[in-house]
């Protein structure tokens, strides 16, 4: 299973031109069978979403969870999951974080194959990031079934992130900021149960031009269960 993981920066690129179409076409070079989504929506207001809903189905084959508690928006607190429609049969929840202002995670549980795929934006400060790693690290150790979280951190320093000795933190690379990498704020952890096979952040044009964040990548195996 192919998944990316990409703060948006709710569709605003570094030429700060808001080109929704430009995500899509980024994703369409990334061609992952999940997307896990940051800053999808707007902030204010009605919290309205940036995708281009029609042309990631249509073009793209992905279907959105219902994840939104507006109207309009396409997540919860900006984050967002695309599945390929071939991932119809799932199950999707909203995970609430402690944090001063608006966060949370959102959930999707795909049937066949049985993973959990958690996409988290984390907060500001150290402190609100500990409280928010304590409440995933449990959800973490609560599954019997494979979960992988993946999102933006926002953690320059990753000794910090705790997730259990059984968690796998996987950092493709620099992907902050897009035009001079820097930090690798944007992650992926695997829980027991899965295999890394690869994992890079994805450099190219487009990307570099699209969002203040790159997109990062990983493939995972799935492992067979201890007897």
């Known amino acids: 299973m192919k998944i ?23 994703l369409l070079e990334i061609d992952a069978d999940v997307v896990v989504l940051q800053e999808a929506d ?13 042309r990631l189905e249509s073009e793209l084959g992905y279907l959105l969870p ?4 507006r109207a309009l ?10 599945l390929r429609s071939h991932y119809d ?7 609430d974080l402690p944090s001063i202002d608006p966060r949370g995670a959102v959930s999707v549980q795909i049937a066949d194959p049985c993973v959990e795929i958690i996409g988290v934006h984390l907060g500001l400060t150290p402190g609100t990031r500990r409280k928010q790693v304590d409440v995933l690290r449990q959800v973490l150790q609560g599954q019997t079934h494979p979960v992988i979280l993946a999102g933006d951190f926002n953690e320059w320093n990753l000794k910090r992130l705790d997730f259990g000795s ?15 990498p820097r930090a690798a704020l944007d992650l992926f952890v695997l829980g027991p149960g899965l295999r890394v096979v690869s994992s890079h952040v994805h450099k190219s044009t487009l990307a570099v031009r699209a969002s203040d964040h790159l997109p990062i990548v990983i493939t995972v195996d799935f492992t067979k269960a201890e007897p």
């Open 66 to 69: 219902d994840f939104s508690i």
């Open 4 to 26: 990316a993981s990409y703060n948006i920066r709710k569709a605003v690129g570094l030429d700060w031109r808001r080109d929704p179409e430009r995500v899509a076409d980024v």
């Open 73 to 82: 928006s396409h997540g919860w607190h900006g984050n967002t999951i695309l």
């Open 166 to 180: 059984d968690a796998q933190i996987v950092s493709p690379g620099l992907s902050f900021h897009a035009a001079r």
């Open 42 to 54: 707007r902030r204010t207001g009605t919290r309205a979403g940036v995708l281009p809903i029609e």
């Open 89 to 95: 049969s799932h199950a999707a929840r909203r995970i």
